[in-house]
């Protein structure tokens, strides 16, 4: 799939961040089982189906970190959302590529 997304993260830069303490906005696009098999501490869900019914919950003044399984769906989202004006990053390689712990 080839994306316009001018932003992406890494999950080690990601996981960087979370250990330095800072507490990026973080959105998970998965379906709800695989939200409930564990997602990332303080993420906010928001499956991929539902995210323009839910663009109001959003804030466009913060930066959000958009993640998913693989970083397909999170791609797609980001590029919905730029298309709304959110400010949003792709979690490359999405949660298949996370090595630390999932809640």
Do not use: Y
Not at 75 to 95: I, K, P, R, W
Request: net charge negative.
């Amino acid at each position: 799939m080839a994306f316009q997304i001018s932003k992406e993260i890494t999950p080690t830069e990601l996981s960087n961040r979370l250990n330095i303490g800072e507490a990026p906005v973080i959105i998970d696009v998965r379906e709800p089982a695989e939200w409930a098999d564990g997602h990332i501490a303080g993420a906010k869900h928001i499956p991929l189906g539902q995210l323009t019914g839910r663009l109001d919950e959003l804030d466009k003044d913060i930066e959000m970190i958009i993640v998913c399984r693989s970083g397909g769906r999170s791609g797609l989202a980001c590029e919905l959302l730029s298309e709304h004006g959110f400010d949003v990053v792709n979690m490359t390689g999405g949660l298949m590529s996370w090595n630390d712990e999932l809640i």
